[in-house]
């Protein structure tokens, strides 16, 4: 080869290397640095005329710190006042989502509420079936924490919730949710435990749940657990509070008509929840079943109260479309 050809093919390969590093440096420049998060937020925003943004540090590969986020459309609006997400680009490659910790703070969402529709024909009756859900790759979801929510329908009031945190863990069809907890001004709920999201969802979750209830002095109280699946939900629960007591419970949720069942014991508690003086009750046993075309039981127990003689108290109860009527009852009473 002569000389003259050498040196363009030198220099054709050394335009080639150039081109990759700088692309490579643009590349590297677009994943790890701030501006280059900037640039991919602009480049979103122009895609997407109803999202906005502004991103003030972090990087695309590590994680990014958003403010004034915001989604407007038609009759919806949510804005977010800051938000952040920490996680890890090169766990990708190795098939799995590794979030550290994504948060977000000053949630509003507004809605706007439509007009009343025109009652429609019932729909059939048709029990409903649940999509096999697995994921592509494992989802590591280290913290999650959002607070400061308002929720606005329309002219409605304001719902609030102080905070959501979770931490979770899934890979193909298998959830595992190490922690869940809401906490709205009056009540609380935490969850924990095991889901798989295929056939009817098995499951086997913790319930901790406390809400204030008007009239009461001390929050009511629910702890138990969730057992069997979506499709096949069993309930155990221990309440505390104003009322106490051991229910169990079966709901079968996509089944036409929902139909359930319903076992307590030992219940006590009383109305008004502060003082009982209307009525009150102690040792109560409840048997109740059926769906929403209507529900049967028995109960028996103490029950003492303004217009109702101290005694044991049994009974069946029937509840329908019609109204609900207490049949077969008897009591033993107490003190004359």
Do not use: C, K, N
Request: glycine letters at 16%; zero cysteines; aromatic letters at 4%.
């Amino acid at each position: 080869m002569s000389g003259a050809p050498r040196r363009w093919a030198g220099r054709l390969a050394a335009g080639v290397l150039t081109l990759a590093a700088g692309g490579l440096m643009a590349l590297l420049g677009l994943l790890y640095t701030t501006p280059g998060a900037q640039l991919a937020a602009q480049a979103a925003q122009q895609a997407e005329p109803r999202l906005a943004l502004r991103v003030v540090d972090g990087s695309l590969a590590e994680g990014v710190e958003v403010r004034e986020v915001a989604w407007r459309a038609e009759g919806q609006e949510v804005t977010i006042e800051a938000a952040g997400l920490r996680w890890r680009l090169p766990e990708l490659l190795a098939g799995r989502l590794q979030v550290d910790a994504l948060y977000a703070e000053g949630v509003e969402a507004a809605l706007a509420g439509g007009e009343a529709a025109e009652p429609a024909e019932p729909a059939p009756r048709e029990a409903v079936a649940l999509p096999r859900i697995e994921l592509p790759l494992a989802v590591e979801l280290e913290a999650l924490r959002i607070e400061g929510i308002r929720i606005r329908s329309g002219e409605g009031a304001v719902q609030r919730i102080e905070r959501i945190e979770a931490g979770l863990r899934a890979e193909g069809t298998r959830w595992r949710l190490r922690r869940l907890r809401v906490e709205h001004p009056d009540a609380r709920l935490a969850l924990e435990g095991r889901l798989r999201t295929e056939g009817g969802y098995p499951l086997d979750l913790l319930v901790d749940a406390a809400a204030a209830l008007p009239g009461a002095e001390a929050d009511q109280r629910l702890e138990g657990r969730l057992l069997g699946s979506v499709a096949d939900l069993q309930a155990h629960a221990r309440l505390t509070g104003p009322v106490s007591g051991g229910v169990a419970a079966g709901l079968q949720p996509l089944e036409p008509g929902l139909p359930f069942r319903l076992e307590a014991t030992g219940l006590a508690g009383g109305w008004p929840l502060g003082t009982g003086r209307t009525v009150a009750a102690e040792g109560l046993a409840l048997t109740a079943g059926g769906d929403l075309d209507g529900v049967t039981g028995r109960f028996s127990g103490r029950v003492d109260g303004e217009h109702i003689p101290r005694g044991r108290w049994r009974g069946e109860l029937a509840v329908d479309g019609e109204g609900a009527v207490f049949e077969g009852r008897e009591g033993e009473l107490r003190g004359g």
